[in-house]
């Protein structure tokens, strides 16, 4: 046993602390190591005054201060348990209160903004509808011109200029009453053959009115010209107008009438009847 | 204090009783005031209530109250370097050493003061296996379960405690 391991062990051998065997081999190393001996005087006497230094007892006032302590920790503990039973409900009503009531506000914000902005985009319209029915009126308004140059036209004495004013029929999107009589008339009584044959061809695009059908069942026994007869004839089989059958036959009984216009005719009423 | 995590609170007042004295004790043998240690005895309380759910009933409970009060001493000791005196349970120490020395009628007060000037002056480290073998009267086995060391370690670190301890109350001696 050297004397560090012996020092290491002087306060347990104070304290007895240690095994039998361990406190005879450390009281036989003291026995003969006088340094050892006076360092195990040293320590038993700092152990010793260590003692004497006590702690002054606690004042009352720790009692006091813990259970107080205790008690409001109690308390709080208990508050805290209750607002766990109550929590959903104060938390509801907080969601009232702040989250959710933020929220309708800002959402109220936004319906009004878009109640607003519908609003002005409306009276943005207005103008744009005002000015649809501008154009409307404007555009009837062509039409009304195109229809009355059309008519004035049909009375030019120029061939050129009558049949421009067919053409024009065209571009009449509402042909009334009116036009379908000038251009009966026309048919039936225009000098230039050509000028009848386009006017045929217009009536026959408008074969759908009633009065025009009528017209062109009339015209038959008016028209001298073979072109026209022929055409007619066509535009008979065309529309499947019955009522032609008894003009085309009157027709055929005509004196000098053309060969190819019989035989045409004659293929037509065949077709029709 | 199982029963006090289990909820019956009132099981604390208990543990207070039986406790209270052995850390007041404690914490003024390592910070050599009385009122701060009757301070921290009350934090360390407050901590065990509010912290119960950590308390795991594995090891004593009273090891589990030296752990809290170290903490709470950490706590002091950081509180202490901010406020720039730096520790001032050596100028108490002295300050009662140099009362005392005023009196040679009371030599063996004075011997008490150098000592406890001597212990003050003791690291943290040092001071604490001393006050914990001491005065607390633990065996090296619950300290080492307290600073969570080997029994062999805290036996080491008890005796170089005391070689120092020795050493600095002899310079104080030579000193006057």
Redesign the interface.
């Known amino acids: 046993m050297n004397c560090e391991h012996v020092?290491?062990n002087?306060?347990?051998r104070l304290n007895e602390q240690l095994s039998a065997a361990e406190q005879a081999g450390l009281d036989a190393h003291l026995a003969q190591c006088p340094g050892c001996r006076q360092e195990l005087e040293?320590?038993r006497q700092?152990?010793q005054?260590?003692?004497?230094?006590t702690?002054?007892e606690?004042?009352p006032?720790?009692h006091t201060?813990?259970?107080a302590?205790?008690d409001s920790?109690?308390e709080a503990?208990q508050a805290k348990q209750k607002r766990s039973w109550s929590g959903i409900v104060e938390r509801i009503q907080g969601l009232w209160t702040s989250a959710l009531m933020g929220r309708l506000a800002y959402s109220l914000v936004l319906v009004a903004i878009g109640v607003a902005v519908g609003y002005w985009q409306q009276g943005r319209q207005t103008p744009t509808l005002a000015y649809q029915q501008q154009i409307d009126t404007l555009s009837s308004q062509v039409q009304e011109m195109r229809q009355m140059m059309m008519l004035s036209l049909l009375e030019n004495p120029s061939a050129t200029e009558r049949l421009r004013a067919v053409s024009y029929t065209k571009e009449i999107s509402d042909v009334d009453g009116q036009v379908i009589d000038a251009l009966l008339t026309t048919l039936n009584n225009d000098a230039n053959v050509n000028v009848r044959l386009v006017t045929l061809e217009a009536l026959a695009e408008l074969g759908h009115d009633a009065r025009v059908r009528e017209g062109l069942v009339h015209a038959l026994s008016r028209q001298d010209s073979p072109l026209v007869q022929v055409a007619l004839a066509d535009v008979m089989v065309k529309l499947q107008e019955k009522r032609s059958i008894k003009p085309l036959r009157k027709l055929l009984q005509q004196e000098g009438i053309n060969d190819l216009v019989k035989s045409k005719i004659e293929h037509s009423i065949r077709q029709l009847s | 204090m199982l029963q006090v995590k289990a909820g019956d609170l009132n099981k604390m007042g208990l543990l207070f009783e039986r406790y209270h004295r052995e850390l007041f004790g404690f914490l003024y043998h390592m910070c050599g005031r009385s009122d701060a240690s009757e301070d921290m005895v009350q934090t360390v309380f407050y901590r065990m209530l509010k912290y119960r759910h950590t308390f795991t009933g594995d090891g004593a409970f009273r090891t589990w109250m030296y752990h809290l009060a170290r903490n709470v001493l950490i706590d002091l000791a950081q509180q202490n370097k901010r406020s720039t005196h730096h520790y001032d349970l050596v100028e108490y120490a002295e300050k009662i050493a140099g009362g005392m020395a005023a009196d040679e009628a009371l030599h063996k007060e004075q011997e008490l003061a150098t000592l406890q000037n001597a212990l003050a002056k003791l690291s943290d480290e040092y001071r604490e296996v001393l006050v914990l073998s001491r005065y607390q009267e633990l065996k090296y086995e619950e300290i080492a379960r307290i600073l969570n060391t080997t029994e062999g370690a805290v036996k080491v670190r008890v005796h170089r405690a005391l070689t120092e301890l020795k050493k600095i109350y002899l310079s104080i001696e030579h000193e006057r």
Do not use: C, H, I
């Open positions: 020092r290491a002087l306060l347990d040293s320590t700092v152990w005054r260590m003692g004497k230094v702690a002054p606690p004042r006032q720790l201060n813990f259970y302590m205790l920790f109690q503990e």
